[in-house]
């Protein structure tokens, strides 16, 4: 039996779909989120790469910030739920989660039987999301996917003061101009982002084992920052982006079975 998974994000869209809910057919994601071509396009990569249609899929799932505006799903799950049951999916000991996506960035506390117990969210203010990063990126003439191998290479400790985007953004400009390396000035973006984010994480109150998720976790940079600010080891899963989708394709296949 067949079952999917689609996470229509705020700035990227990511599908996955489960054979009898344990084996992985198929699971892709495309830059592209809500309101875009992205949702038809993910679906058109999906089934051509499995080679299965959607008359094939038992139960489909929608999840994400677009989750209610599709409708060839058979339900639709909010993304707190769909990133828990992820990451529980491959880390059945996690007790926090750290989830930073596009547009905003969550903290979730998970029970001992994988089921979300409490979380907190930021969803006002871009500092602290991938796109803060995205923005810092593009000052510096370098793209998201370098960051983490970057700020690997600095050697000085920069801090960051301003909290807001714009402001940071100014920041980053002018310690650009004064000569820094790109590689500390990345680090000092990351620290920022890591007391942001860590800030909410010690609000939902932090326990072993912390596992991160979203595009962001796929910067190395970002979690050692986040183990730095939280004095924890934090565990990467290497399908980070693609949790929430596989949360859904599993909660599908329990609907479906059930
Ligand atoms: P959403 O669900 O809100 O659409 P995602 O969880 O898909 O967000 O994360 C999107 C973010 O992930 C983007 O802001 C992007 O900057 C970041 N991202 C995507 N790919 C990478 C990568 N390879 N390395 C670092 N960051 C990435």
């Known amino acids: 039996m067949y079952t999917m998974g689609i996470d229509i994000g705020s700035v990227a869209t990511k599908c996955v779909i489960l054979r009898d809910g344990q084996e992985t057919v198929a699971g892709c994601c495309i830059p592209k989120g809500t309101g875009t071509s992205g949702t038809q396009q993910t679906l058109e990569r999906i089934y051509r790469e499995s080679g299965l249609q959607r008359s094939d899929i038992s139960y489909l799932i929608a999840t994400g910030y677009g989750r209610t505006r599709f409708e060839d ?26 989830d930073i996506g596009g547009q905003d960035a969550k903290a979730i506390q998970v029970g ?25 990126s ?22 960051i003061s301003a909290t ?7 920041e980053v400009i ?12 990345i680090a000092g973006i990351h620290t920022s982002v890591a007391r942001r984010v860590g800030g909410l994480a010690k609000r939902v109150g932090i326990e072993p084992r912390i596992v991160m998720t979203g595009g962001v976790a ?16 934090v565990s990467v899963i290497p399908q980070a982006q693609l949790t929430g989708a596989y949360g859904a394709a599993r909660i599908a296949w329990e609907r479906a079975t059930g």
């Open 164 to 170: 807001c985007t714009v402001f940071a953004e100014s």
């Open 218 to 233: 796929q910067n190395s940079g970002i979690v050692r920052a986040m183990e730095e600010e939280l004095k924890m080891p």
């Open 73 to 98: 799903a058979d339900d639709n799950v909010s993304e707190l739920t769909c990133h828990t049951r992820g990451v529980s999916f491959f880390v059945p000991d996690v007790r926090t989660i750290i």
């Open 174 to 185: 002018s310690l650009m101009s004064s000569g820094f390396e790109i590689t500390d000035i």
């Open 138 to 159: 593009s000052a510096l003439e370098t793209t998201v996917d370098q960051l983490g191998e970057l700020s690997a290479r600095s050697t000085i400790k920069l801090n």
């Open 112 to 136: 001992e039987n994988g089921r979300m117990l409490n979380f907190v969210m930021n969803d006002k203010c871009a500092a602290g999301t991938g796109r803060f990063l995205e923005v810092m």
